[in-house]
């Protein structure tokens, strides 16, 4: 725990190296595919699957290793205190016990975090900021993709293309993780925190309007070009801005509100979220899909439903923003103000009083002459 804070954002720097070194591999692996049928996409397969499994099993051995590394030093860390209440017994004589007693954690069921969810306006303001990013993900993940198999119709001309796009997230994740502290540090919590909704509405907005103005004004190239960047920009502000935001928006809570409203926030954020804006495309796709059922052709209503996610989206960053302002403590200085208008009437009065004995002073001298 001493050394949380030193280690844990060194964590999360390098966890950001993990998109560009999978992409590298996939990389690696589609370039020695000797053919660019499926038997050569089934090969590739199998030799992602065995790499998988290979890290699958370096990830048990890292686990098991650590975890018995820290029960060794709890075991030493006892058996070092017992040995100093030994030796305090011999040197001493008498036996000093000190007695522990720790407030057993209480587990809620998903239902008693709901609860207290509902009962919190800044937990619902939280779990909205979740939901709303969701949906937001999926109203356009969906449509890029489609687009991305329309313009890479060969299996491994699409992983390849994924493979790049998973390198450009950890690149970009890694270097805005490095200046987050200071975004944070300039922008505040909730400039900070908006900073997602914005980017992410602005390019979605100019992909769903690439979409809409069809193939003879902007190329499909390039609508799918705009869509790599906004979906680039959905990982990289979450990874970077939205996830630590979200984690210190419990902060000024307290400890309890996180312990029993983060599983109803999580639920009904991420897994909610994601399943409505599937469910949303199904339905647009039923009734404006048209005889192709494309999800193309409903990209005006998704661009509708968009803007909406964001808008509620950056109500709820307003909401949970109040936390993080400090209050104006107003002073009134009248008392003061007044006390300083009597003491300046008070020193008049004085130099008033020894200018006339000055004066008379000088008559009397006069009068003498």
């Known amino acids: 725990m001493a050394q949380a804070k030193r280690f844990y954002p060194l964590f999360a720097v390098t966890g950001n190296l993990a998109p560009i070194v999978s992409g590298k591999v996939m990389s690696k692996v589609i370039s020695l595919q000797k053919t660019k049928d499926d038997i050569g996409f089934g090969a590739t397969l199998k030799k992602l699957a065995v790499i998988?499994?290979?890290?699958?099993?370096?990830?048990?051995?890292?686990?098991?290793?650590?975890?018995?590394?820290?029960?060794?030093?709890?075991?030493?860390?006892?058996?070092?205190?017992?040995?100093?209440?030994?030796?305090?017994?011999?040197?001493?004589?008498?036996?000093?016990?000190?007695?522990?007693?720790?407030?057993?954690?209480?587990?809620?069921?998903?239902?008693?975090?709901?609860?207290?969810?509902?009962?919190?306006?800044?937990?619902?303001?939280?779990?909205?900021?979740?939901?709303?990013?969701?949906?937001?993900?999926?109203?356009?993940?969906?449509?890029?993709?489609?687009?991305?198999?329309?313009?890479?119709?060969?299996?491994?001309?699409?992983?390849?293309?994924?493979?790049?796009?998973?390198?450009?997230?950890?690149?970009?994740?890694?270097?805005?993780?490095?200046?987050?502290?200071?975004?944070?540090?300039?922008?505040?919590?909730?400039?900070?925190?908006?900073?997602?909704?914005?980017?992410?509405?602005?390019?979605?907005?100019?992909?769903?309007?690439?979409?809409?103005?069809?193939?003879?004004k902007i190329p499909l190239a390039q609508a799918l070009l705009i869509g790599t960047v906004q979906n680039v920009a959905n990982k990289v502000t979450k990874y970077s801005l939205f996830d630590p935001c979200k984690e210190m928006a419990y902060i000024p809570l307290g400890p309890d509100a996180k312990t029993k409203g983060k599983a109803a926030v999580d639920v009904l954020g991420a897994r909610l979220g994601r399943?409505?804006?599937?469910?949303?495309?199904?339905?647009?796709?039923?009734?404006?899909?048209?005889?192709?059922?494309?999800?193309?052709?409903?990209?005006?209503?998704?661009?509708?439903?968009?803007?909406?996610?964001?808008?509620?989206?950056s109500k709820a960053v307003g909401t949970l923003g109040k936390l993080f302002v400090t209050p104006e403590v107003k002073v009134d200085n009248t008392p003061k103000l007044e006390s300083i208008g009597q003491a300046i009437t008070i020193i008049k009065r004085i130099e008033d009083a020894k200018s006339e004995k000055r004066k008379n002073g000088n008559g009397k001298k006069q009068a003498k002459k």
């Open 275 to 313: 399943s409505m804006g599937s469910a949303s495309q199904q339905l647009l796709v039923f009734l404006v899909g048209g005889a192709s059922g494309s999800i193309v052709n409903c990209t005006p209503y998704l661009g509708v439903c968009y803007v909406t996610a964001i808008a509620t989206w």
């Open 52 to 216: 998988k499994a290979v890290v699958g099993l370096g990830i048990i051995f890292i686990y098991r290793n650590v975890y018995a590394m820290a029960e060794e030093r709890d075991r030493k860390e006892r058996t070092e205190q017992s040995l100093s209440t030994i030796r305090g017994i011999e040197e001493t004589g008498k036996v000093q016990i000190t007695m522990k007693f720790e407030k057993p954690k209480q587990k809620l069921t998903l239902r008693e975090s709901m609860k207290e969810l509902m009962q919190s306006k800044e937990l619902k303001a939280m779990a909205t900021m979740v939901f709303c990013y969701n949906v937001c993900v999926e109203l356009t993940e969906v449509l890029w993709k489609s687009i991305l198999r329309k313009q890479y119709p060969s299996k491994s001309l699409y992983m390849e293309y994924m493979a790049n796009f998973s390198q450009t997230v950890g690149t970009v994740a890694f270097l805005l993780q490095l200046i987050a502290p200071g975004i944070l540090n300039v922008f505040g919590w909730r400039g900070t925190a908006m900073i997602p909704p914005v980017t992410m509405g602005v390019l979605a907005i100019a992909f769903f309007a690439a979409i809409i103005a069809g193939e003879d």
